[in-house]
């Protein structure tokens, strides 16, 4: 597993370099359709929980105009196939992030768990994970709760953190791979 953290570390930065110049069109247009829609910079940052703990901050286009409070239909489509995540190649090209790893989550989750489970940390936030894809519609799953942050904070957090625990027990180039097309499989064929 200790060569394959170092190898993986080279073929993000190599993917990464490759999606961003094909992909380079295609950003431009989201960057501008985002910005139009949301009427404003059309790129969403925010503080996230890195590798050992550290605060990073991650990119994605604005699916929500700050004045309405709610994605738009444009929003909803860039969120339905994760074209919002894009701008997150840049963070992994940065080696701030993975293709693979647990999704980076606000602060209060990741850097405050303990024992075994700080583990996690030594894992780079990635693109997608295990968990990302059995929660995918994370927020629909909420949205039923009587006490959504309850059920997040109870349920969904920590079997969050076993999968991804069992992710960093058995990270290996197959089993990224696996993931990466099940994720593929998830948004486009689904």
Sequence with gaps: MGKYRYWKVVLDC??????????LPLLIILFIIASLDTKSNGVFCQKRIGQFGKAFTIYKFKTIDDNERESSRIG?????????????????LKCEMSFVGPRPDIEGYYDKLE????????LKPGLTSDASIKYSNEDAILKQQKDPIFYNDEILFPDKVKMNLDYLENMSFANDVKILSKTIFKVFIK
């Design 14 to 23: 190599i993917l990464s370099i490759f999606l961003i110049i094909l992909f």
């Design 76 to 92: 909803l489509l860039l969120r339905k196939f994760k074209l919002d995540e894009l701008p997150q190649l840049f963070n992994i």
């Design 115 to 122: 024992g075994d489970s700080r583990r996690i940390l030594e």
